[in-house]
Every structure is written in C-alpha cells, then in structure tokens.
C-alpha cells in the first residue's frame, strides 16, 4: 500500500467516533473546525453539542446578538474566532440566501476561514480536492519526508505543502484529511510518539535518521509577557459594575469588572492610591471586604498577574462605558474564563 491508502486504513480501523464526522452539512462542518482551532476536543465537543442546540441553522447564528454568541462561547478563548463566525454567519445569509457557499474560493472569503478551514470544509461537506494542512498534518508530513526548513516561515511551509500534494488522495480527499490530521492527533503525536507499532516507520525519514524529536523544526518560541492585572468587585447594595471591553486588546467584547492595570508588580496599598481608584471612589468610604492576590492566567503571549478587590460602597462615578447591574443578572454577560472561574471559587 502506498502512504494514502496505508493511512486511510490505518483511520479507519482507530478513528475516534465525533458527530461532525457523520455529517456533510458545512455549517456543523464550519462549526467544528472554527472550535477546533484552538481547543482540544475533549473540551470542543460539549461546545459544538450546545452551540448547534442553540443555533441549529446559519439563520439562527445570524440572527442572534454578539453578546449570545459570547456567552455561548465563554470559556473556549480566542474569541474573534466567534465574531468572526457570526459575522460569516450574517454574510452567508445576505450574500448566499443562507445557503454555504460551495467552492473553496467562496468559502475562503467569509471573515475568519483562513487556507486549512476552507480546505476542511471544502473536502468534508463537498468532497472537493483541497488537502488540509495544520499542526498534525505539518508534524506528520516533516517527519516522514525529514524536512528540516523551518515550518513556520515560507520556505518550510511550502516544501511540505509540495511533499503533502504528492501523497494527498485526490479521489477521496475528505477521507484523506480526516486520516492524516487523526494520525498526528492520535499516533505522530508531538513528544514521545509511538514510532515502534508506526505503519509509516518503514519509510519515514526521520525515524530512520532518529530525527522524530527534532521535527518539525520551528523558527521561535512566542514570547511570553506580563500583564498586571487589579480588578475592582464594587458591591453597591444589589448592584454590581461591569465594563464590556473594547477592541485592539485581549477578551475583546467581554465584560469584565472595573480594571486598573499596572507596568509591574504593584501592592494593594499603591493601587489603593492609583488615581482610577480616587475616581471610582470620590469621597465615598469603601470597606474592602477581601483582597485575593497571587491569581495566575496563563494565554498564548500573555501571563496575567490578577488580584481581585471585594469592595463595599459607593460609586462615586461610573468608569466610561461601565453601568450597574443586578448581581443576579451577571450570569446573562459573557465573561473571561479568568472572572468566571473566581467567580465559581468565591
């Protein structure tokens, strides 16, 4: 057997039984890649299984507020990857009469479908002749043909899109995605693959050259930075303030609690006499009720450093764009994943 039909074999025998593979619908096709850019899918499922009870058709996606989409989306990240979706979503419905576009080229042009998503979707739902290339496939194909370029700059990139056409299946190209992008999920995993049981072993390069660790190779590692963070839970009777956040920075379209954010490590009694502190507070008396520091959230190129202030008072003014709502009525905005776990724990 040659490569495709050895792995084509190999998926079908050891393939993990997901609901978007036994589908052609692209908009539950569109739905699970969007998801599965960035979450594993152990997490992605129950998000696809409730975002599609939601939303069962693009119509409803479309119609629905940002802010349903957010709160639906809470916990996942990355969430210009649902903006993104809805604003497809509103595309496809004035542009297509809501129905999927058809052809890669259409596809590749709704906000948020890059190269590998159009190719998904245009294999999965349509059968069209288009090879995916993510992680799991880059990883896959670097070894097995040993290249050694950087994978992440054009060189790399287009060394192994070369040696992936010359393996890709053509006549079934949705079954040859889905193989190869489960092979590097399940079998050429990142570290500590299971080269010895491999049905590629016999002609993969970089086993034979005891290269797998080294490859694929990447340019850089992303630099992490911090960020400190100092949120202020201002409880006013019933009513507590929250701020939605605006665009150009993290958690774009959140709401978040008043924020005062430092160039470095910072005690409670410096921010106590931070200026946005003096301004929320005028000459109202706050008690603060407790001081949570130490909190640690970690994203793809940021380390936040966080300490929450439970405070009781008075506001003396409303941060611009921030308004007052009813504690019990917080559940209803979409939240970071940081609040909504402090909240869950306090």
């Known amino acids: 057997m040659n490569f495709s039909e050895k792995i084509i074999d190999w998926y079908l025998k050891n393939k993990r039984e997901l609901p978007w593979r036994e589908t052609k619908d692209p908009y539950a096709i569109w ?89 998904a979707i245009s294999s999965f739902a349509f059968g069209l002749p288009y090879p995916v290339m993510d992680g799991n496939v880059i990883r896959v194909i670097a070894r097995y043909f040993g290249i050694v370029a950087y994978c992440d700059k054009a060189e790399g990139k287009s060394q192994i899109k070369k040696a992936l056409n010359a393996v890709f299946d053509i006549k079934h190209p949705a079954e040859f995605n889905q193989a190869i992008m489960e092979f590097g999920a399940l079998q050429c995993i990142p570290v500590n693959p299971s080269c010895s049981t491999c049905i590629l072993k016999e002609n993969c390069v970089a086993f034979e050259k005891a290269m797998v660790k080294e490859l694929p190779v990447k340019s850089s590692k992303t630099i992490i930075k911090p ?34 954010e430092t160039s470095s490590e910072t005690t409670p009694d410096e921010v106590m006499k931070h200026p946005d502190w003096k301004y929320l507070k005028g000459k109202h008396s706050w008690n603060i009720l ?25 506001i003396y003014r409303l941060p611009f764009g921030a308004k007052k709502i009813k504690k019990d009525n917080l559940q209803d905005y979409a939240v970071p994943v940081l609040i909504e776990k402090y909240l869950k724990q306090n």
């Open 227 to 260: 960020r400190y963070f100092h949120y202020l839970i201002i409880h006013d009777g019933d009513e507590i303030i929250i701020k939605q956040r605006g665009a150009g920075d993290i958690w774009q379209g959140l709401y978040e609690f008043p924020l005062i």
């Open 290 to 314: 407790k001081i949570q520091s130490g909190v640690r959230h970690i994203l793809s190129h940021r380390i936040l450093h966080v300490t929450f202030y439970e405070i009781a008072g008075k």
């Open 31 to 119: 739905l699970s890649e969007i998801i599965l850019q960035q979450t594993r899918v152990v997490q992605g499922l129950d998000y696809y299984c409730r975002f599609l009870e939601a939303f069962p058709t693009i119509f409803d996606l479309a119609k629905a507020t940002e802010e349903e989409v957010l709160k639906l989306w809470q916990g996942l990240g990355y969430y210009s990857r649902a903006r993104n979706m809805h604003a497809a979503a509103r595309e496809i419905v004035t542009t297509y009469g809501g129905m999927f576009p058809d052809n890669y080229s259409a596809i590749r042009s709704l906000k948020g479908v890059g190269d590998y998503t159009a190719a």
